[in-house]
């Protein structure tokens, strides 16, 4: 079985759009596609997987996910939000990510979100950085009676953190929710 050092590695964890990798001209819906495919493709599971479709920006406008599109062309704030969602969408729901956005798409002119979302960036590389070493130190670190049952207790742990991070940030979304409904 793979040693956990090089899954890591496979993953290509630090796979981002960043501002300075978005046009500043306003793109089509195909040309949005091929830039995140170009971005994210490598950090895919298979080569099936798609990173972003057609039907998920259409959804994704519809659920309003995202501030209203002009003439069917996307900003680099729509792009920039879009890879929001691309990173929230892997562990909250739809619903959960609107709530979470809804602040953000209301008050598109006023803040800036190139900034917001540099921070997020930061952010983002911390906890690669902090995930490589708790995976490689206290989940490597994990031994059960054979090799097969040192695999299923190292994916058991990993999900068990996955979904402590997770309930912990629909509890930050519920907070939000609460917020708004005051």
Not at 128 to 152: F, P, W, Y
């Amino acid at each position: 079985m793979d040693k956990l050092a090089d899954i890591l590695s496979e993953l290509h964890l630090d796979n981002q759009l960043t501002p300075d990798n978005v046009p500043n001209i306003d793109l089509y819906m195909d040309q949005v596609i091929q830039l995140f495919e170009h971005t994210f493709e490598s950090s895919t599971r298979n080569k099936e997987e798609k990173v972003l479709t057609k039907t998920m920006i259409n959804n994704y406008a519809k659920g309003k996910l995202l501030f209203p599109i002009k003439q069917k062309k996307y900003s680099k704030e729509h792009l920039l939000l879009i890879s929001l969602i691309y990173q929230l969408k892997g562990t909250l729901s739809i619903n959960d990510i609107k709530t979470t956005l809804t602040d953000i798409n209301e008050q598109i002119t006023e803040i800036n979100l190139d900034s917001f979302y540099e921070e997020f960036l930061k952010a983002a590389a911390d906890n690669v950085e902090q995930g490589k070493k708790d995976i490689s130190g206290r989940i490597n670190e994990l031994a059960a009676d054979t090799e097969e049952l040192e695999h299923v207790l190292k994916i058991l742990a990993l999900v068990h953190m996955s979904n402590i991070y997770r309930k912990t940030a629909e509890k930050l979304v519920d907070q939000l929710d609460k917020k708004k409904n005051l």
